[in-house]
């Protein structure tokens, strides 16, 4: 794929037309989940309800494990999968201390101290990757 | 005619509207946000415009995957608030100002800004939080203080309109509701931002010094403000800071020369820097 001007930006997944694309039905089920009925029925039976949603097994598995990174490299945008995490009972401050892998309490330690800064943040090459 | 006496930028962090829903804004987390927009209120009141023009983004409430206007303008009647997963916020409708509304669209498309038309669209935080902080609590079996006329603005999937564009576009939207025979008071509202990110890895970015300088740039230099550019927006003010493109269609339909008599900047609001300005059309 060629290389995009924003792919440089460490640990951060910009939501193009591309992510929307391998992400659609993914992103569809988790919108899904906005209403009450959708998500009694999710809650009800997970593996019935995600037969309606024809995503990958690699997304489909994601979604049952909650690897909220994971869904996120598979197309997934955070406005989605945060409906999912609400579902769950896991608002969007608690979501990212699980993303960051910092855990909850010392994510909200950070942002209350300011949160995290730009300087060491703004190039993959600062976070030793390519 | 119409006159836009005034715009607003303001953040819309849902975790604010919770807040205020819950009776919590007294505690130590919340307070200072909270005293920050006091004087807004006090301003608001002493305003008391007729319309507001509310510049906002959609978080995939009234439009999911399946259609991604770039601009989309509230022409329907009513806006009822959506459950956006955690159930409706205990707000009141928005109520629009139709004939308004209409007469902006159909400028704006005459002017070569093809605009979505909406006439059935449930809002979110990105509305209603805005319209919060800025008048206080309205029970749900009240009214708000104003008409409201949305507009919606695609900033979940890359890209979002650029600030250049969104710049003039506020502008067409300024000769718009200035050329609307009734005499209204109106006041422009764009929200979002500030700098946050809150998704993957880097989870948790803000740049205060960087997002000090756009409400400088607010003021006294809103074009240079304009050409900022998508990058800039991703790298320094994280993947969600672009939703900062949206003042500068509030600062757009004001006059080059503005003053400005409120600002507000806060750490953290939940992921998110907060910030508010208020700037008067001299």
Redesign the interface.
Known sequence: MTKK??DN?????????DR?RE??HL??FC?S????KN?DAFNENEEVYLDSYPMSRQQREAVLLRDW?LL?ELGG????T??LA??DGI???N??GR???MGVDS?RE???K?????EG??DKSEWGED | MAKIMAGVGCSHVPAIGVAMDTGITNDDYWKPIFDGFNRSREWMKKQNPDVIFLVYNDHCTAFDARCIPTFALGCGAEFHPADEGWGPRPVPAVKNHQKMASHIAQYLVLNEFDITIMNEMEVDHGLTVPLSVMFGNIKQNEEWPALVIPLCVNVVQYPAPTGNRCYNLGKAIRSAIESYEEDLKVVIFGTGGMSHQLQYKRAGLINSEWDKRFLDLMTEDPIAASQITHLEYLRETGSEGIEMVMWLIMRGALNENVTEVHRHYHVPASNTAVGHIILENN
């Open positions: 001007e924003y930006i460490p640990g951060t997944i910009v939501f193009d037309a929307s992400g659609y992103n569809q919108i989940l906005r209403l009450q998500r990174n996120l945008n955070i406005y989605y945060s409906k609400a579902n608002n969007f401050q979501l990212a993303m960051t892998g994510y950070m942002m209350i300011g949160g995290r800064s730009i943040n703004r």
